[in-house]
């Protein structure tokens, strides 16, 4: 079992950087395929990226493509969510999220076992 919590949301104008992070517990985090979702007032979570065991294999929602950069460092249990170029329409809470369940596509939140409480993105026009 591993324990995620998000930190690093705030409030940031347009075309302005944040990088959120995810620390999580335990001795087993390489173990886990960790994912970030976010998901806004009114609105279904959605997911945004996701990075494998090693760090080697990303994806992105096409949404943030290019913009923000998932990152892992094993040897301190936390994951990253390097974000440039925010917009409006980034505003959302943004969970981090944790699977064991390997194979899938990592895309969909029910994919995940382990979730954290989430940190509120503002980016203001």
Not at 50 to 71: E, H, M, P, W
Not at 79 to 106: F, I, N, W
Request: glycine share 12%; hydrophobic share 30%; with cysteine.
């Amino acid at each position: 079992q591993v324990q995620v919590a998000e930190s690093g949301g705030g409030l940031v104008q347009a075309g302005g950087s944040l990088r959120l992070s995810c620390a999580a517990s335990g001795r087993t985090f390489s173990s886990y395929v960790m994912g970030w979702f976010r998901q806004a007032p009114g609105k279904e979570r959605e997911f945004v990226a996701t990075i494998g065991l090693s760090g080697g294999s990303t994806n992105y929602a096409d949404s943030v493509k290019g913009r923000f950069t998932i990152s892992r460092d094993n040897a301190k249990n936390t994951v990253y969510l390097q974000m440039h170029s925010l917009k409006p329409e980034d505003t959302a809470v943004y969970y981090c999220a944790a699977t064991r369940l390997y194979g899938g596509s990592y895309s969909r939140p029910e994919e995940y076992d382990y979730w954290g409480q989430g940190t509120q993105v503002t980016v203001s026009s």
